[in-house]
Protein backbone atom coordinates (compact mmCIF):
# COMPACT_ATOMS: atom_id res chain seq x y z
CA UNK A 1 0.00 0.00 0.00
CA UNK A 2 1.55 3.23 -0.95
CA UNK A 3 1.53 6.22 1.59
CA UNK A 4 -1.07 8.30 -0.84
CA UNK A 5 -3.56 4.82 -0.01
CA UNK A 6 -2.85 4.81 3.46
CA UNK A 7 -3.57 8.54 4.01
CA UNK A 8 -7.01 8.80 1.92
CA UNK A 9 -7.96 5.58 4.61
CA UNK A 10 -6.72 7.87 6.87
CA UNK A 11 -8.99 10.68 6.22
CA UNK A 12 -11.57 8.65 4.97
CA UNK A 13 -11.89 6.77 8.90
CA UNK A 14 -11.32 10.35 10.58
CA UNK A 15 -14.58 11.41 8.35
CA UNK A 16 -16.42 8.59 9.94
CA UNK A 17 -15.76 10.02 13.06
CA UNK A 18 -18.41 12.33 12.53
CA UNK A 19 -20.93 10.18 11.12
CA UNK A 20 -24.30 10.03 12.28
CA UNK A 21 -24.44 6.56 12.46
CA UNK A 22 -22.69 4.90 15.68
CA UNK A 23 -21.20 1.39 14.14
CA UNK A 24 -19.62 4.01 11.63
CA UNK A 25 -18.01 5.78 14.24
CA UNK A 26 -16.95 2.87 16.00
CA UNK A 27 -15.48 1.69 12.78
CA UNK A 28 -13.59 4.34 12.34
CA UNK A 29 -12.09 4.85 15.87
CA UNK A 30 -11.19 1.03 15.38
CA UNK A 31 -9.52 2.07 11.94
CA UNK A 32 -7.77 5.19 13.59
CA UNK A 33 -6.03 3.01 16.56
CA UNK A 34 -4.75 0.32 14.17
CA UNK A 35 -2.60 2.60 12.41
CA UNK A 36 -1.69 5.57 14.72
CA UNK A 37 -0.61 8.64 13.43
CA UNK A 38 -0.16 12.01 15.67
CA UNK A 39 -2.33 13.88 13.17
CA UNK A 40 -5.50 12.00 14.41
CA UNK A 41 -4.49 12.66 18.20
CA UNK A 42 -6.65 16.20 17.96
CA UNK A 43 -9.67 14.89 16.61
CA UNK A 44 -10.04 11.85 18.70
CA UNK A 45 -9.91 13.41 21.95
CA UNK A 46 -12.34 16.17 20.04
CA UNK A 47 -14.85 13.54 19.63
CA UNK A 48 -14.47 12.36 23.28
CA UNK A 49 -15.77 15.61 24.58
CA UNK A 50 -19.14 15.04 22.77
CA UNK A 51 -19.51 11.11 21.71
CA UNK A 52 -23.15 10.10 22.89
CA UNK A 53 -22.80 6.48 22.75
CA UNK A 54 -20.36 4.39 25.80
CA UNK A 55 -19.07 1.81 23.23
CA UNK A 56 -17.60 4.33 21.13
CA UNK A 57 -16.03 6.58 23.85
CA UNK A 58 -14.41 3.15 24.79
CA UNK A 59 -13.11 3.03 21.62
CA UNK A 60 -11.81 6.36 21.36
CA UNK A 61 -9.73 5.72 24.72
CA UNK A 62 -8.42 2.78 22.93
CA UNK A 63 -7.52 4.25 20.28
CA UNK A 64 -5.42 7.06 22.79
CA UNK A 65 -3.94 4.66 24.10
CA UNK A 66 -2.14 3.31 21.15
CA UNK A 67 -0.28 6.77 20.67
CA UNK A 68 2.76 8.15 22.39
CA UNK A 69 1.73 8.79 25.95
CA UNK A 70 4.11 12.13 25.19
CA UNK A 71 2.14 13.40 22.69
CA UNK A 72 -1.33 12.47 24.49
CA UNK A 73 -1.05 12.96 27.84
CA UNK A 74 -0.36 17.31 27.70
CA UNK A 75 -3.24 17.20 25.45
CA UNK A 76 -5.91 15.02 27.79
CA UNK A 77 -4.18 17.32 30.77
CA UNK A 78 -5.57 20.00 28.52
CA UNK A 79 -9.14 18.94 28.50
CA UNK A 80 -9.22 18.64 32.05
CA UNK A 81 -10.25 22.38 32.42
CA UNK A 82 -12.97 22.14 29.95
CA UNK A 83 -16.09 23.24 30.92
CA UNK A 84 -17.74 20.59 29.39
CA UNK A 85 -18.32 17.58 32.08
CA UNK A 86 -18.13 14.90 29.27
CA UNK A 87 -14.51 16.30 28.05
CA UNK A 88 -13.18 15.98 31.74
CA UNK A 89 -14.32 12.82 32.66
CA UNK A 90 -13.60 11.02 29.87
CA UNK A 91 -9.92 12.45 29.60
CA UNK A 92 -9.82 11.31 33.29
CA UNK A 93 -10.89 7.79 32.06
CA UNK A 94 -8.22 7.83 28.72
CA UNK A 95 -5.55 9.16 31.67
CA UNK A 96 -6.22 6.19 33.53
CA UNK A 97 -6.03 4.04 30.79
CA UNK A 98 -2.69 5.15 29.73
CA UNK A 99 -1.46 4.72 33.46
CA UNK A 100 1.34 7.51 32.96
CA UNK A 101 1.81 9.12 36.40
CA UNK A 102 3.66 12.56 34.71
CA UNK A 103 -0.43 13.20 34.70
CA UNK A 104 -0.78 12.77 38.93
CA UNK A 105 -0.25 16.88 39.72
CA UNK A 106 -3.05 17.24 37.16
CA UNK A 107 -5.43 15.47 39.27
CA UNK A 108 -6.33 18.03 41.44
CA UNK A 109 -9.00 18.04 44.62
CA UNK A 110 -11.23 20.15 42.47
CA UNK A 111 -11.64 17.27 40.19
CA UNK A 112 -11.87 14.55 42.65
CA UNK A 113 -14.43 16.53 44.45
CA UNK A 114 -16.27 17.77 41.36
CA UNK A 115 -19.79 18.67 41.14
CA UNK A 116 -20.66 16.18 38.46
CA UNK A 117 -20.66 12.74 39.76
CA UNK A 118 -19.65 10.75 36.29
CA UNK A 119 -16.12 13.23 36.71
CA UNK A 120 -15.89 12.87 39.79
CA UNK A 121 -16.03 9.12 39.70
CA UNK A 122 -13.50 9.21 36.54
CA UNK A 123 -10.97 11.06 38.89
CA UNK A 124 -11.22 8.73 41.36
CA UNK A 125 -10.32 5.78 39.10
CA UNK A 126 -7.54 7.89 37.78
CA UNK A 127 -6.07 8.92 41.11
CA UNK A 128 -5.76 5.70 42.66
CA UNK A 129 -3.70 4.59 39.29
CA UNK A 130 -1.58 7.57 38.87
CA UNK A 131 -1.01 8.12 42.78
CA UNK A 132 2.68 8.02 43.43
CA UNK A 133 4.09 5.91 46.06
CA UNK A 134 3.59 7.70 49.80
CA UNK A 135 1.48 9.97 48.56
CA UNK A 136 -1.46 7.31 49.45
CA UNK A 137 -2.31 8.64 52.37
CA UNK A 138 -3.65 12.40 51.30
CA UNK A 139 -5.31 11.23 48.29
CA UNK A 140 -7.55 8.94 51.03
CA UNK A 141 -8.32 12.21 53.02
CA UNK A 142 -9.69 14.09 49.97
CA UNK A 143 -11.42 11.15 48.66
CA UNK A 144 -13.31 10.32 52.26
CA UNK A 145 -14.54 13.91 52.24
CA UNK A 146 -16.89 12.41 49.55
CA UNK A 147 -18.06 9.71 51.87
CA UNK A 148 -21.97 9.24 51.57
CA UNK A 149 -22.19 11.06 48.24
CA UNK A 150 -24.49 10.53 45.54
CA UNK A 151 -26.44 7.19 44.97
CA UNK A 152 -25.68 3.65 44.75
CA UNK A 153 -23.11 3.69 41.32
CA UNK A 154 -21.73 6.81 42.99
CA UNK A 155 -21.18 5.36 46.35
CA UNK A 156 -19.74 2.15 45.04
CA UNK A 157 -17.32 4.05 43.06
CA UNK A 158 -15.98 5.85 45.97
CA UNK A 159 -16.02 2.55 48.15
CA UNK A 160 -13.57 0.98 45.57
CA UNK A 161 -11.50 3.42 45.34
CA UNK A 162 -10.60 4.02 48.90
CA UNK A 163 -10.35 0.45 49.00
CA UNK A 164 -7.99 -0.05 46.78
CA UNK A 165 -5.45 2.55 48.56
CA UNK A 166 -5.10 -0.17 51.48
CA UNK A 167 -4.46 0.29 55.07
CA UNK A 168 -3.62 3.95 54.70
CA UNK A 169 -7.90 4.38 54.62
CA UNK A 170 -8.67 2.87 57.68
CA UNK A 171 -8.09 6.26 60.14
CA UNK A 172 -9.91 8.35 57.67
CA UNK A 173 -13.01 5.36 57.84
CA UNK A 174 -12.76 5.37 61.74
CA UNK A 175 -12.83 9.10 61.88
CA UNK A 176 -15.68 8.97 59.25
CA UNK A 177 -17.65 6.65 61.44
CA UNK A 178 -18.31 8.87 64.25
CA UNK A 179 -19.62 11.82 61.35
CA UNK A 180 -22.23 13.76 62.50
CA UNK A 181 -24.33 12.95 58.87
CA UNK A 182 -25.41 9.42 59.04
CA UNK A 183 -24.97 9.23 55.83
CA UNK A 184 -21.34 9.72 55.96
CA UNK A 185 -20.92 7.22 59.08
CA UNK A 186 -23.12 4.39 56.86
CA UNK A 187 -20.99 4.70 53.99
CA UNK A 188 -17.72 4.78 56.08
CA UNK A 189 -19.24 1.70 57.34
CA UNK A 190 -19.97 0.00 54.22
CA UNK A 191 -16.43 0.90 52.84
CA UNK A 192 -14.86 -0.81 55.93
CA UNK A 193 -16.79 -4.10 55.68
CA UNK A 194 -15.83 -4.27 51.73
CA UNK A 195 -12.23 -3.79 52.99
CA UNK A 196 -11.93 -6.45 55.33
CA UNK A 197 -14.42 -8.89 53.49
CA UNK A 198 -14.22 -7.48 49.11
CA UNK A 199 -16.32 -10.46 48.38
CA UNK A 200 -19.00 -9.68 50.89
CA UNK A 201 -20.85 -7.90 48.10
CA UNK A 202 -22.05 -4.37 48.11
CA UNK A 203 -25.91 -4.61 49.09
CA UNK A 204 -25.05 -6.79 51.73
CA UNK A 205 -22.55 -4.52 53.35
CA UNK A 206 -24.91 -1.43 53.30
CA UNK A 207 -27.75 -3.72 54.47
CA UNK A 208 -25.14 -4.32 57.81
CA UNK A 209 -24.32 -0.91 57.71
CA UNK A 210 -27.51 0.88 58.29
CA UNK A 211 -28.29 -2.23 61.16
CA UNK A 212 -25.19 -0.46 62.88
CA UNK A 213 -26.22 2.70 61.96
CA UNK A 214 -29.98 2.46 63.36
CA UNK A 215 -28.14 0.91 66.58
CA UNK A 216 -25.57 3.71 67.02
CA UNK A 217 -22.55 1.66 67.13
CA UNK A 218 -19.63 1.41 65.01
CA UNK A 219 -17.44 -1.54 64.84
CA UNK A 220 -14.36 -0.36 64.53
CA UNK A 221 -11.74 -3.67 64.62
CA UNK A 222 -8.51 -4.09 63.11
Wanted: proline share 5%; net charge negative.
Amino acid sequence: MTMQEEDTITMRALRGLESSNPSARLRAALTVGTTPDPRFIDRLIGRCAIEPELQVREMLTWALTRHSSSMTVPKLIDELRSERAQARSQALHTLSKIGDRQAWPAITRALLTDADDEVARSAWRAAVVLVPEGEEPGLAGVLATQLGRGERETQLSLSRALVALGEVIVPVLRAAMTDRDPQVRQHAIVTDRLRRSPDAGFEFAIEEAKRIVALGTTDQEG
